[in-house]
């Protein structure tokens, strides 16, 4: 069974960094899209970041702040976040779409963003 591993989640204040990773068990050549969602505490599960194609699209709050890159050679997506901001704070899930149609969801790992 297909597995997305996250690593990168943390404590960081305001204005700081984290860059989140996720490797897939299987080859990332198995995925024709891969992304990044979020969810806040008490909120609904948002969309940050997409690659698809090598194109990518960022959600509007998080333009200009966060990078989403997928590295084809080591196996994994990541998503470097700068600039955080409080509201940043939440559970971020890594998610995938194989070329079968199969939709793969990650565990989650938990940013915490302090003011």
């Known amino acids: 069974q297909v597995q997305l591993v996250e690593s990168g989640g943390g404590l960081v204040q305001a204005g700081g960094s984290l860059r989140l990773s996720c490797a897939p068990t299987?080859?990332?050549?198995?995925?024709?899209?891969m992304g990044w969602y979020r969810q806040a505490p008490g909120k609904q599960r948002e969309w940050v970041a997409i690659?698809?194609?090598?194109?990518?699209n960022y959600a509007d709050f998080v333009k200009g702040r966060f990078t989403i890159s997928r590295d084809n050679a080591k196996n994994t997506v990541s998503l470097q976040m700068n600039g955080l901001k409080p509201e940043d704070t939440a559970v971020y899930y890594c998610?995938?779409?194989?070329?079968?149609?199969?939709?793969?969801w990650g565990q989650g790992t938990r940013v915490t963003v302090s003011s």
């Open positions: 998610y995938a779409v194989g070329y079968n149609g199969i939709n793969y």
């Open positions: 299987a080859n990332i050549s198995s995925f024709n899209v």
């Open positions: 690659t698809r194609d090598g194109i990518t």
